[in-house]
């Protein structure tokens, strides 16, 4: 990820953030604009990288959410073939069926779901986990 250093004696403000006198500071994203005098880019190393989980589950299995993920991630089930149960969180959930080409999204703004309960005889899902 980017660090911009700032040797003025001034705040500056670019795009939303704040740097300090003599802070360096890492964002996830590149300044577009022109860097004020006294402000240089120290470094383009690291990069965003939004996927916490791709996982493809053919089996009857429990896929659970990362752990330290609060909040504001993003959940995408893929059915490719079969048919597959899902419940969310417990056994005894309600189950989901989904079928080759249906599609689920979850946007969690707390940790709402920690797992996901695929039962699967034959089938293929795809679960995506990614920060949003």
């Known amino acids: 990820m980017p660090q911009y250093k700032n040797a003025s004696s001034a705040v500056v403000e ?3 953030i704040r740097i300090e ?4 500071v890492t ?3 590149f300044i577009q604009k022109a860097l004020p005098t006294g402000v240089t880019k120290e470094s383009d190393s690291g990069y965003y990288d939004p996927t916490l989980l791709s996982q493809k589950v053919t089996t009857t299995s429990t896929v659970t959410v990362p ?3 609060s909040g504001n991630y993003r959940i995408i089930l893929l ?3 079969g048919d597959i149960s899902m419940k969310v969180n417990s056994d005894s959930a309600t189950a989901r ?3 080759a080409g249906d599609r689920v999204e979850w946007l969690c703004t707390s940790r709402v779901i920690n797992d996901i309960r ?4 034959s089938g293929t899902v795809y ?3 990614e920060k949003c």
């Open 67 to 69: 752990s330290g993920i």
């Open 14 to 16: 670019l795009e939303g």
């Open 97 to 99: 069926l989904m079928v």
């Open 79 to 81: 059915c490719s073939a």
């Open 118 to 121: 695929f039962t699967i005889s």
């Open 127 to 129: 679960i995506t986990i």
């Open 27 to 29: 964002t996830e994203k």
């Open 21 to 24: 006198p003599g802070q360096t």
